[in-house]
């Protein structure tokens, strides 16, 4: 190994899994987080580690988004307003908005999506996290027949990759889960899934990376990556200490722009908001279920997590903030009552929103910048950065480390020139 002292910049679970997995492999990490560990998208999500979909750029989704954008509680939410970045990356999404393109995408991200099912059900076992892990897959649930049609096209693409998504009429889905209201028509169920509480796992996670000698700091900002001849030798914090490192990793999410963007590297990502309502089982409550489940129609997860259901979803294209608007997070359990009609109206134990770093062409961006040796970004990972967390880690690690990784190249930043 020829790279020794490693920077890496974000505490999310990108960020933990790209140190912990660097060493793993004998690497000095020091891992700095601007805020505390999680704050971000990896703290709220809904807890799914979901393999094998397609890309949200699917043929009509643009249409789609400007025909709701006026609606603050459709499931695609793009807020009105003048701002030339999100209009272009809008349209570099829409290019990729093809039938072509999803099934590209299908060729790269089905198989890393069986690494990374894998790689989590290795690391629970080996590293005994407790944070609710389950393996019983998910249902996707439909409310309407044209809603089932749209979730049987989606489960035979994923079939052909390799994965075994099983279609379920609603008689057969309230057997499985008798939550169900008898208004469910019928929806898949995917095997290939697992469930967890993402903050409880990245917490746990986070203490065994420090086990294996990674230094974590919070609370410390990072303004811009060093540089000396076109290589990185460390990053500067914001308040001026200079870090020495031999490789800087940045996994902010959708704050790697800016850092990436000053050590010349433009990224095509635009943070895309999402939400949840932690609602508690009981009597007036969520209703008890066995299973995790997606609202087809209106993209909203249901979690049963410890005590609690998690009501997460939706996609907000509002720029970088942290507002919680109320009628996303009342679309949440209203959604969840079209198929659980005995979700009660008790106070939400927690309501939350994040941002997600989304790509233009849906796909992670994993690999070394242009421009600067040593200097790679891991982010891009839209509503799956819980999923590849791990198989990122190890993609990162192997780059740094100067091992080959065949899977780095589909991801590669260059991708966008």
Request: glycine residues 12%.
């Amino acid at each position: 190994m020829t790279t020794h002292r490693v920077v890496v910049v974000g505490g999310g679970v990108i960020g933990v899994s790209c140190a912990y997995a660097l060493a793993r492999q004998g690497a000095d990490v020091q891992l700095l987080e601007r805020d505390v560990l999680g704050a971000g998208a990896s703290r709220g999500n809904a807890g799914t580690v979901s393999a094998g979909h397609p890309p949200l750029n699917r043929p009509g989704r643009i249409r789609q988004a400007i025909t709701q954008m006026m609606d603050p509680t459709s499931p695609l939410y793009l807020r009105p307003r003048w701002d030339p970045e999100l209009w272009r990356w809008m349209w570099n999404f829409a290019r990729y908005c093809t039938d072509q393109h999803v099934e590209a995408c299908m060729r790269v991200m089905a198989p890393l999506g069986m690494d990374a099912l894998a790689g989590f059900d290795k690391l629970i076992d080996e590293e005994q996290i407790e944070c609710g892990y389950r393996r019983e897959g998910y249902f996707e649930v439909c409310a309407t027949d044209k809603g089932l049609k749209q979730a049987a096209h989606e489960s035979s693409i994923i079939a052909r990759h390799g994965y075994h998504p099983e279609i379920v009429d609603g008689e057969e889905l309230r057997k499985r889960e008798p939550a169900f209201g008898p208004d469910v028509w019928g929806g898949v169920y995917y095997p290939e899934a697992r469930t967890l509480d993402p903050f409880q796992f990245l917490l746990a996670f986070a203490e065994r990376a420090t086990r294996l000698g990674v230094t974590i700091r919070e609370g410390v900002g990072v303004r811009e990556v060093t540089t000396d001849s076109g290589r990185v030798t460390g990053v500067r914090t914001s308040e001026g200490e200079v870090v020495g490192a031999d490789a800087v990793v940045l996994a902010t999410g959708p704050f790697s722009l800016e850092l990436s963007r000053r050590a010349g590297s433009a990224l095509p990502v635009q943070p895309g908001k999402g939400y949840h309502r932690d609602i508690a089982i009981g009597a007036g409550g969520a209703p008890p279920l066995n299973v995790a489940c997606v609202l087809s129609e209106t993209s909203v997860f249901c979690t049963p997590m410890n005590g609690f259901v998690r009501f997460a979803g939706t996609m907000e294209f509002s720029g970088n903030n942290a507002v919680l608007r109320r009628p996303r997070l009342e679309q949440l359990t209203k959604a969840g009552r079209t198929c659980f009609p005995q979700l009660g109206h008790d106070a939400p134990l927690s309501e939350w929103c994040g941002l997600r770093p989304m790509a233009a062409d849906g796909m992670p961006i994993i690999g070394a910048l242009a421009g600067v040796e040593g200097l790679s970004v891991a982010t891009g990972h839209g509503m799956l950065g819980l999923t590849l967390g791990t198989v990122t880690g190890d993609m990162i690690a192997n780059l740094v480390t100067g091992d080959d990784d065949a899977r780095l190249p589909a991801f590669s930043p260059t991708r966008f020139r």
